[in-house]
């Protein structure tokens, strides 16, 4: 059967848009546009457009393998799922489905058809890969990634503040949460000038609360104690919960928000001068300094609250640490060597990836499967920004 992401990759290619399509009652189906794929909580694809008989249709669309997946996900009480105005699988399994019109894929394609036209858009994808200039791709994604921290890079120079710390919470919220962390992060800055000596716990209160992740209603003792010092603390500091959604869907529990929180929350109480730290140590210290980071005790048998589960020290993984280094303590350092100057900081950083070994994620083992192999920190974000690009392009 095929898998689901590769669904996702089938469903915006030009084929299908050119396709006679009907749902399994008999009505013709016209994609105008694909929707632009979720990487958050909801539906595999928001804002679509399709003509389902002589309706144009504007919403989501689920993708699943089976149709019995609707139920077997629980998205019949789920609010995320209530315009859906297509749900695409490959095997239809359950009579007793009736809740959207139903695609399946399967009825129109063979496994054949599927694999071919996703092998070819694999091989136009790696020509462009193997036909640019990787280094012209390396420096535009840290051109981009320092300009999400500092803003406007048509100035000279750029200021202190706020560099490092929103840098390390736009990491800990990875792809799907980063700018939610980078709110949470805006509360540092109150930290740092206030006249206390925050413990743990304390530290805990402030991120979970302007997180918005702590409820009154919770049964634990611990979260119940987070709630009673966020509302003293906020009181004091005037902070405010962020705008930002914290989300939890498609991702392993281990990067949940509440386990980084909790994580982020042990770095910052254990090494309060991180920033100071991450300039002036050798890169092994500070990878053996973030490897023996953990949490507290609580969550060491939770990844949300009021749901006990097996036991996990939850350690930052070497993939996390590799990011940090990378997406903050590179970019620091880089910066505090030329003063602020951004076009020898940004030379700078390239420096040091070039010295530091290569990410690995899916994407970069799917494309080193293909031949393209980064030998170093630099080439894996020219990769990185390759795909991306193609990704947004979609």
Known sequence: MIPEHQLHEFWKTDYVKNSSLQTSCGLGIQVIHPGVYNHNQGPDFIHARLIIGNTL???????????????????????????????????????????????????????????????????????????????????????????????????????????????????????????????????????????????????????????????????????????????NWSGKMGCSTIYHRMHFLRMRPLGFPTVRLAQLSFLISNHFRLDAIAYEEANQVIEELLRASSTSRYWDTHFQFDKPTYKVVKHLGNGLIQRIMINAVFPWRAWIKNTGKLEAALLDWEDFLLNYPPESNSILEWMSHHGATASNAFESQALLEMYRSVSFSN
């Open 57 to 231: 249709w504007i919403g989501n669309i689920e993708f699943h393998r089976r149709t019995s997946d609707w139920f077997r996900h629980r998205h019949q009480g789920d609010p995320n799922y209530t315009n859906i105005i297509l749900h695409v699988v490959w095997e239809h399994d359950d009579v007793n489905y009736f809740s959207s019109p139903l695609l399946v894929l399967s009825h129109f394609f063979s496994s054949a058809t599927v694999s071919c036209r996703l092998a070819k858009i694999d091989a136009q994808f790696f020509n462009r890969v193997f036909e640019n200039d990787w280094q012209k791709w390396g420096r535009m994604r840290l051109r981009r990634k320092m300009s999400l921290v500092v803003g406007d890079l048509q100035q000279t120079t750029v200021k202190k503040s706020n560099f490092f710390w929103p840098s390390l919470f736009r990491t800990f919220g990875g792809s799907v949460n980063k700018e939610a962390f980078e709110d949470v992060g805006s509360i540092f800055s109150h930290l740092h000038r206030a006249p206390c000596i925050f413990q743990l716990i304390d530290i805990e209160s402030i991120l979970f609360g302007q997180a918005g992740l702590l409820d009154p209603s919770f049964k634990d003792r611990y979260p119940q104690c987070l709630y009673r010092l966020y509302t």
